[in-house]
């Protein structure tokens, strides 16, 4: 590869790593000499990019740079395209929105308009059914901002039953979207298909504890995102628990 793409594939190494990472394992990754990491390193910092580190310590990029122009291959573009034909597919108007922004933003960004490619990418994300889409606003901004769901909800086996929930994490599957909630109910945690429920309110109230604490809980006691095996084929071991 030349000098241009090695840097560039430098920032992306360097952009997916949180912890520092040390200029053997980045020299490993480009198949390049750690002297070649050191050089690059350096003339990366002279154009700008705010990295911390030193040579034997380790190298990390900090928050906030951003290295223009965008650059990318065919396999990096057609994995932007799918994802966000995906998205687009889920029936949530605000990700639709935020899809066809983001690919926009992607074409513009980039040294030469992307946009006959991106429309002509040869890649198609069939949309998914309807199910539950009407709550699927509500309940991002429900987990992106830590709040309480009070809901009305319908077990598969038809009870009914008023719910306040800590909403955690929305799974994506074939024929169903289930959301993984602390019940407070069930004092546990629990499973919800999102075309189940009947209501949903969101007052405001923040959950007492972290999400980020409660994922963790919740990935040590599942070991895997479970559901309903019937409501989805691409579960395996355990059935999820019932709401």
């Avoid at 994802?83 to 074409?107: C, F, I, P, Y």
């Avoid at 709550?135 to 709040?147: D, K, N, P, T, V």
């Avoid at 994506?172 to 189940?196: I, K, Y």
């Amino acid at each position: 590869m030349d000098r241009t793409e090695r840097l560039f594939r430098l920032m992306d190494a360097l952009r997916r790593r949180r912890l520092p990472v040390t200029a053997a394992t980045l020299a490993g990754e480009l198949s390049v000499s750690v002297r070649t990491i050191y050089r690059d390193i350096q003339t990366l910092i002279g154009l700008g990019a705010s990295i911390d580190g030193e040579a034997g310590m380790g190298y990390v990029l900090r928050t906030g740079f951003f290295l223009p122009p965008l650059m990318f291959d065919d396999d990096e573009l057609e994995a932007l395209v799918l994802g966000a034909s995906w998205v687009a597919g889920q029936g949530d108007e605000q990700l639709v929105r935020a899809a066809r922004n983001v690919l926009a933003k992607v074409a513009t960004a980039s040294p030469k308009d992307l946009r006959d490619r991106i429309e002509d990418i040869g890649l198609w994300a069939w949309p998914v059914e309807d199910r539950g889409s009407v709550f699927l606003g509500q309940m991002r901004e429900a987990i992106r901002r830590e709040r309480r769901v009070h809901m009305s909800y319908t077990r598969a086996d038809g009870e009914y039953s008023e719910r306040v929930v800590w909403p955690i994490m929305l799974a994506f599957f074939e024929r169903a979207r289930v959301l993984v909630a602390w019940c407070e109910l069930r004092q546990a945690f629990r499973h919800f298909r999102l075309d189940r429920i009947r209501t949903l309110r969101v007052p405001g109230e923040s959950y007492p504890r972290r999400r980020a604490t409660l994922v963790r809980e919740w990935q040590k006691e599942m070991k895997m995102p479970d559901c309903d095996e019937r409501d989805s084929g691409y579960i395996q071991g355990r059935a999820g628990r019932d709401a």
